[in-house]
C-alpha cells in the first residue's frame, strides 16, 4: 500500500494532492501515517486469508 500511494502522491494526479490525499516527504511519512490509521493491510485478502475455525 505504501508504494502505491507514494506513486501517486504528488504525481500530477488530481488524486494525488489534498484534500484528496496528503503529501508525504518519504516513504516513512507514509507508513507512519497508515499505520495511525489502521490502513497498511488495505487489500492483503487477496494474500492472507483468514480461516474461522468451528469449536
Known sequence: VVSNTMAVSGSGLFAGYPPNMPLYCSWLDCWNHLR????????????????????
Not at 490509521?37 to 487489500?43: A, D, E, P, T, V
Open 36 to 55: 495511525s490509521l489502521g490502513q497498511l493491510k488495505r487489500g492483503s485478502s487477496l494474500f492472507f486469508r483468514y480461516y474461522k475455525a468451528l469449536r
